[in-house]
Nanobody, 124 residues
């Protein structure tokens, strides 16, 4: 399994970014694709996830109403559209794949497949 995250960058508060997670190496029809983020000095935290089979999304409270997760089957890619960005959204964003949905505190510890992160910096 290979996951490649991209799309990070520097943006002003209130701006938008779209992150991409390109997946390859297997069939993901039974998987959940997750986005986690890790700010300096903080633990990695759940942001959003999507079921590849049902297209059902899940969001952390911090992401609800601002972020949207979606998938493109043809491109084997999951997107995280981030709007109304805040300085506290600054972090390294990682995508991860697992047959089980992991959304709780410390959930990332149970996920095996990770992509390299992409940096998001939101200036005030």
């Amino acid at each position: 399994v290979q996951l490649q995250a991209s799309g990070g960058g520097l943006v002003q508060a209130g701006g938008s970014l779209r992150l991409s997670c390109a997946a390859s190496g297997r069939t993901f029809s039974t998987y959940y694709i997750h986005w986690f983020r890790q700010a300096p000095g903080k633990e990695r935290e759940f942001v959003a996830a999507i079921s590849w089979s049902t297209d059902s999304p899940w969001y952390a409270d911090s992401a609800k109403g601002r972020f949207t997760i979606a998938r493109d089957n043809a491109k084997n890619t999951v997107y995280l559209q981030m709007n109304s960005l805040k300085p506290e959204d600054t972090a390294v964003y990682h995508c991860a794949a697992d047959p089980i949905l992991h959304v709780g505190s410390g959930a990332y510890k149970r996920i095996y497949h990770w992509g390299k992160g992409t940096h998001v910096t939101v200036s005030s």
